[in-house]
């Protein structure tokens, strides 16, 4: 069955590299998003990446796909205390199918 | 709309009674989906709708659970019966097709006393 997995918690200092980790098990994933949820709020896109693609650098967020080994990763650099939040990993897996997410990474930036 | 509109934002209620959660998504979007966040966890999955059909409804929690949609447009979740454990934030999802980018409404947060 479809799961997607994510470590629960990642702390970093303000102006270093963070690097958030998903694993999914299903190799016939079509997209691979990110999202992101602040306290309070809903989630908001962040990026996504084709399952056709290694790799998507927008702006300070890269992210990596290794399809092989069906591991996905967002790397944020110069981590600022406003991305302090949860990020959610999902994939979408086949049409007619709703979009997978893991437990999200609360990320925490300190200064 | 600009964006997925949900109401109640926060709806507070006694154990054993009815509530309706209301979403109104992007206009065009088909795809609608209902996810459920409780306290510390993650995005569980409930139902979804391609256009008013629900091809999925298998991560409803129990049959005190039921959702509609209308028009292709507008959903109800409705949750029979409340229990302290239905307390959570219900969030609502809509997309140009099944499994295509999916916006988010903020939220409602449920809390049953």
């Known amino acids: 069955g479809e799961d997607v997995e994510q470590s629960l918690f990642l702390s970093v200092r303000e102006g270093d590299s963070s690097v958030i980790n998903c694993t999914y098990t299903d190799s016939s994933s079509t997209y691979l998003y990110w999202y992101k949820q602040e306290p309070g709020a809903g989630l908001q896109l962040l990026t996504y990446i084709f399952s056709n693609m290694d790799m998507k650098q927008d702006q300070r967020l890269t992210v990596l796909l290794n399809k092989k080994d069906k591991h996905l990763s967002l790397r944020i650099a110069d981590t600022q205390t406003g991305d302090s939040a949860i990020y959610f990993c999902?994939?979408?897996?086949?049409?007619?199918?709703?979009?997978?997410f893991g437990k999200g990474t609360t990320l925490s930036v300190s200064s | 709309g600009a964006g997925v509109s949900q109401s109640p934002s926060n709806k507070v209620t006694e154990k054993g009674k009815d509530v309706e959660l209301r979403c109104d998504p992007i206009s065009g979007h088909t795809a609608l989906y209902w996810y459920r966040q409780s306290l510390g966890q993650g995005l569980e999955f409930l139902i979804y709708?391609?256009?008013?059909?629900?091809?999925?409804k298998s991560g409803l929690p129990s049959d005190r659970f039921s959702a509609e949609r209308t028009g292709e447009s507008v959903s109800t979740l409705t949750i029979q019966r409340t229990q302290q454990e239905d307390s959570a934030v219900y969030l609502c999802?809509?997309?140009?097709?099944?499994?295509?980018?999916?916006?988010f409404g903020q939220g409602t947060r449920l809390t049953v006393v």
């Open positions: 999802a809509s997309s140009r097709e099944t499994g295509s980018e999916a916006f």
């Open positions: 999902a994939e979408s897996v086949q049409a007619g199918t709703a979009l997978i």
């Open positions: 709708f391609q256009g008013n059909s629900a091809p999925d």
